[in-house]
């Protein structure tokens, strides 16, 4: 018998091997899944843009910025949006390589296409400002734990939160949410202050949501 394996007569060894952690897998999907789950989750980013439009609101992020500055300009989002996340992408291509790089291009350019695009054919006449408050917290909440989930991101500030939660563990939603208290405080004084408190529901309902679901050991594809 194997001396290095415990027996039903040895009380000082245990009956069992320790648990040993396995590292998981990184997720691996077709080209078909990334294409349709970034286009899915693009199409959700950029609803949840056009329902804060609707309202006169903002958000965090890059996206955030750059709803700040169309107000404040009469610049067009979708384009302020895009030239605010060129930088980023150098950064995207140096911590996390080619493949993060090129669907953080296509993504940005998505929702920047998608939220021009929405425009006409979703016109919103009245909406109250709490309520597109929460149906873009969820929305597009759900839309970057997708983009995440297919290692793609809306630029700026997601490629940074990302960044810090893969080498140092601080989630990706507490992250932004340090991040969106500075643009928030920015903010009142661009905007009136009841948007701004109404925004930052919203804003805070997206980095709960990313934060309570975007973990490694969840949805593990393999």
């Given at each position: 018998m194997n001396a290095d394996l415990p027996t039903p007569d040895d009380p000082e060894r245990p009956a069992h091997p320790p648990h040993v952690d396995v590292p998981l897998a990184e997720p691996r999907y077709s080209l078909f899944e990334d294409l349709q789950g970034i286009l899915l989750a693009s199409l959700q980013a950029a609803l949840g843009i056009h329902l804060l439009r609707a309202a006169g609101l903002m958000t965090g992020g890059t996206a955030g910025l750059a709803l700040?500055?169309?107000?404040?300009?009469?610049?067009?989002?979708?384009?302020?949006?895009?030239?605010?996340?060129?930088?980023?992408?150098?950064?995207?291509?140096?911590?996390?390589?080619?493949?993060?790089?090129?669907?953080?291009?296509?993504?940005?350019?998505?929702?920047?296409?998608?939220?021009?695009?929405?425009k006409p054919l979703l016109q919103?006449?009245?909406?109250?400002?709490?309520?597109?408050?929460?149906?873009?917290?969820?929305?597009?909440?759900?839309?970057?734990?997708?983009?995440?989930?297919?290692?793609?991101?809306?630029?700026?500030?997601?490629i940074?939160?990302?960044?810090?939660?893969?080498?140092?563990?601080?989630?990706?939603?507490?992250?932004?949410l340090i991040h969106d208290g500075v643009l928030f405080l920015a903010a009142f004084l661009i905007l009136p202050a009841d948007r701004v408190l109404w925004s930052l529901l919203g804003a805070l309902i997206l980095n709960l949501v990313i934060a309570f679901n975007h973990r490694r050991d969840w949805y593990v594809v393999t």
């Open positions: 700040v500055i169309a107000y404040a300009t009469g610049w067009n989002f979708s384009v302020t949006f895009f030239l605010i996340n060129i930088p980023f992408f150098g950064i995207a291509f140096w911590a996390r390589g080619a493949v993060f790089f090129v669907k953080s291009i296509a993504t940005v350019t998505l929702v920047s296409l998608m939220a021009e695009a929405i919103i006449a009245t909406i109250h400002p709490g309520a597109a408050a929460v149906l873009f917290g969820v929305s597009a909440g759900v839309g970057l734990l997708g983009l995440f989930r297919h290692s793609g991101s809306l630029g700026g500030i997601s940074i939160a990302l960044i810090l939660q893969d080498r140092f563990n601080f989630r990706a939603g507490y992250t932004q």
